[in-house]
């Protein structure tokens, strides 16, 4: 046999055997084939032979579905206890694991709150001395709108406020400079309000000169006023009148429109009427038409959706089957007896051991990530580098140890001592694995220079 031939079913294969298609598929073909003459029925006699011909096919159409249902119910018990194994397999592990995570995450928490309290008692610190410093920039804009002797008392106190280490520590010369543009500003802020006020005393002496004039000139109009009111009043009772005539023609035109109106109406009305029913009439024919559609659709959708869930749970059904087998492949593999083959080594990630050859059993795991590892990863973590030494030779020392088994106890030196035998190439072998595994510390610079 070819090395990619197989004996294994397709799944349209298992399909055909579950159904019995190779005995089956002949047998339909002639039931088609002698029915295949019933064309037209005019008579009782053709009308009999049809329902005969159509009930035998009903029969093997409910035998074939009976043996379908059959294979789908046996499909969904296997798939049900692969579920239920599989729960059971990981209930042995998952208390462990929740229980492991929890003591790592609730000492990551203790060194995360630590750090986290440090980092805020700084910030704390340092907002502290900020929110000084911004206290005494504050002073600009509470003193804003202050006269010019308050904003001479806040100079004075400014300049009297103390600014040292103690308060200000590594930020005190912020501080200076916050007090010096502070002061800069507060005596901008005061001559300006020195200015304004001599401004407001100008402002209001303005001010009552020209209240005085604003009554003369009140008085003048209050008497102009009065001559407009009684103008307006008699132009008012003059338009009212014009108002009053042209109402009443307003009102007869009004009275004369909304008859019209009503006539058109009720013209309009009759129409719609009657245009309505026509559209209600159709509107129920469209109903009835769309209906009909809509049912031959559904029926349509019902068949298509039953023949995708068939393929469905058969396509499902397959690719459990190719897990099933590549899970058994890749336990068989990691469980192997041997050891991983090839030479063992250190790889180029400090702490983790390497092999020329791939690991079994593990795809898609990162044991194979040559280029990350500088090999097929036997282990890693390995803290100390005697250890890993070891660990790296011990492949080595297996092999020579088994072949130095197999040379004492094999048969035709079954008399002899072991000084009597020539074990010179094994014993080169065994020492050259206990140099492998031997880990001289590399001389740092400094401890030779001491």
């Known amino acids: 046999m070819k090395k990619n031939e197989t004996t294994e079913l397709t799944v349209v294969e298992r399909a055909a055997l579950a159904l019995g298609t190779s005995e089956r598929e002949a047998k339909l073909a002639e039931l088609v084939k002698q029915s295949a003459t019933i064309v037209e029925i005019k008579n009782n006699a053709a009308r009999d032979q049809a329902h005969g011909a159509a009930m035998v096919l009903r029969t093997t159409r409910v035998e074939i579905e009976k043996a379908g249902k059959a294979a789908r119910e046996d499909a969904t018990a296997f798939s049900k206890a692969v579920i239920a194994e599989e729960k059971r397999l990981l209930a042995i592990t998952q208390p462990e694991e929740t229980r492991l995570l929890e003591l790592r995450d609730a000492w990551d928490e203790r060194i995360a709150a630590e750090k986290r309290a440090k980092v805020e008692a700084e910030a704390r610190r340092i907002a502290t001395i900020r929110d ?14 202050q006269s010019s002797t308050a904003l001479d008392d806040a100079i004075k106190t400014m300049v009297a406020m103390p600014i040292d280490v103690e308060h200000f520590a590594e930020m005190t010369g912020d501080a200076e400079m916050a007090r010096g543009e502070t002061l800069e500003k507060l005596r901008a802020m005061q001559a300006a309000a020195v200015d304004r006020e001599t401004e407001a005393r100008r402002v209001a002496e303005e001010a009552a000169r020209l209240a005085a004039e604003r009554s003369a000139f009140e008085e003048e109009q209050r008497r102009a006023a009065a001559a407009r009111a009684e103008q307006e009043r008699k132009d008012a009772e003059a338009r009212a009148a014009r108002e009053v005539e042209e109402r009443k023609q307003r009102e007869a035109e009004e009275a004369a429109r909304r008859e019209q109106q009503a006539r058109e109406d009720a013209e309009r009305r009759a129409k719609l009427e009657a245009e309505e029913q026509r559209l209600a009439a159709e509107r129920a024919e469209m109903a009835r038409r769309q209906a009909e559609l809509d049912r031959a659709e559904q029926e349509a959708r019902e068949r298509e959706e039953a023949a995708l869930r068939e393929a469905a749970e058969l396509s499902a059904r397959a690719e459990a089957d190719r897990k099933e087998r590549e899970r058994a492949e890749n336990l068989a593999a990691r469980n192997a007896p041997q050891p991983t083959g090839g030479t063992w080594s250190i790889g180029k990630m400090g702490g983790c051991i390497v092999s020329t050859e791939p690991i079994a059993g593990c795809p898609g795991s990162g044991h194979n990530d040559v280029e990350y590892y500088g090999g097929h990863l036997i ?18 020392m297996f092999t020579v140890l088994t072949l130095m088994v197999e040379q004492i106890t094999h048969p035709a030196n079954a008399e002899h001592t072991l000084g009597a035998f020539s074990l010179g190439a094994r014993i080169a072998e065994a020492r050259a694995a206990l140099a492998k595994a031997t880990y001289v510390p590399e001389v740092q610079p400094e401890a030779a220079a001491a």
């Open 379 to 396: 282990c890693e973590s390995v803290w100390r580098p005697a250890d890993a030494h070891v660990l790296a030779a011990s492949r080595d």
């Open 132 to 145: 000084r410093i911004d206290g005494i920039r504050s002073w600009v804009p509470t003193m804003a709108s």
